[in-house]
């Protein structure tokens, strides 16, 4: 959701130019995000570690003519969770079973 309010904003902006890595500067693991939605979502799956692998493809905003002001990831999850439930008859009907 913050993605798609920063590309309205960019779609008035004409200074800006060359390529945006849109994050908040805080790491996060594949694991640690999937574990924060299962618990927001209050869903009962298991998510093993696999901890013979590890790849860190964290993006790091370089830029500073921009002020990007992104949430931290548990304010951006319940803004999407809580936009996925007032739109669950429309846009997620195939997400939620009653």
């Known amino acids: 959701m913050q993605l798609a309010f920063f590309i309205c904003e960019l779609i008035d902006e004409k200074h800006i130019h060359g390529l945006v890595h849109y994050t908040n500067n805080v790491k996060i693991s594949k694991l640690s995000l999937l574990n ?25 905003n370089t830029r500073t003519d921009i ?4 949430p931290n990831y548990d304010t951006m999850l319940k ?5 996925m439930f007032d739109h669950r008859d429309s846009l997620y009907r195939q997400y939620f079973i009653d």
């Open 36 to 60: 924060s939605f299962t618990a927001l979502f209050e869903k009962e799956v298991i998510i093993r570690p696999y901890e013979n692998y590890y790849v860190d493809k964290s993006l790091i």
């Open 79 to 83: 803004e999407l969770r809580d936009f």
């Open 67 to 70: 002020e990007l002001g992104i």
